[in-house]
């Protein structure tokens, strides 16, 4: 679904109050990753939020076999992957908490299901096939469309149109088409998480918490946060995401997201003069 023409564009991320700002929630390829490479200068970002006593949130599409060595580590408190489907927590002195959105026998039976499902359609569209590290999901499942394979927007709708049909949730992010079945997203385990982590409810309008994205899929991200900020490649999607970031970089991937974490650690600097 295209975005309302009647939505505002974003505005520039100097004109975000960043004043009440605790933590971060960011999305990982093509807002942390850069040319699909996490550069040094981009977790020295994440290394300076972390320091400045500030929270730091993974949310991905990637699976779970990535979200615990990112959670593992990187200088965040936590990582949520498969949209949703699971997060890990790290707690005291480094202890690791996994927590899935829904029981183990609905995952059994979803999970089933989803393969069953997936397998149809990537019959049904030339080159279609999973994602290499669809191997390392638990809950979700990957369709490849610009990581490895080359299928372009229109085969990516193609492959969202046929799964959606099949009762099948698809969303695209900027290198696959995740799918699942379960009622969960980026923003439901979002929420679970702040209230696990740190008995904290998100509020529609909470200036606490930023949301750094870049894609279809950080759609539901942007409509619930007030502080929701695309980086700048986010442009490129504006014309057909549902719901627009309310505050963009100027600089595209990583970049952006540095930029972002200079912003909010120079108001911390600032408020404490």
């Known amino acids: 679904m295209a975005a309302s ?15 009440r700002v605790k933590g971060v929630f960011t999305d990982v390829d093509g807002t942390l990753t850069t040319g699909h490479k996490l550069r040094s200068d981009t977790v020295r970002a994440l290394e300076r939020l972390s320091a400045a006593g500030l929270h730091v949130v993974l949310v991905s599409g990637r699976p779970a076999g990535w979200g615990e060595a990112w959670a593992r580590q990187l200088p965040v408190d936590g990582v949520i992957v498969e ?70 927007d229109d ?44 008995g904290e409810r998100l509020e529609p309008a909470d200036g606490r918490y930023v949301y750094a994205g870049d894609s279809f899929n950080d759609a539901p991200m942007f409509a619930a946060f007030a502080l929701g900020v695309g980086v700048a490649n986010v442009r490129s999607v504006l014309d057909r995401i549902d719901a627009p970031p309310a505050f963009i970089t100027r600089a595209a991937e ?20």
């Open 83 to 152: 949209n949703g489907g699971l997060f890990f927590l790290k707690g005291k002195h480094g202890r690791m908490r996994k927590v899935y959105a829904e029981a183990p026998a609905q995952r059994v039976a979803n999970r089933k299901r989803l393969q069953a499902e997936v397998a149809r359609v990537l019959k049904q569209v030339p080159g279609a096939r999973l994602s290499l590290d669809s191997a390392y999901t638990e809950v979700d499942l990957a369709v490849d469309y610009n990581e490895e394979a080359r299928l372009g």
């Open 5 to 19: 023409s009647k939505v505002a564009p974003p505005r520039p991320l100097r004109e975000a109050d960043l004043s």
């Open 155 to 198: 085969g990516a709708a193609r492959i969202e149109s046929l799964l959606t049909a099949r009762g099948v949730t698809a969303v695209r992010s900027s290198v696959h088409v995740n799918c699942w079945l379960g009622r969960f997203d980026k923003l439901s385990a979002t929420r679970r998480f702040a209230k696990v982590a740190w």
């Open 254 to 273: 990583g970049r952006g997201f540095e930029e972002l974490a200079r912003a909010i650690l120079a108001r911390r600097a600032r408020a404490a003069l």
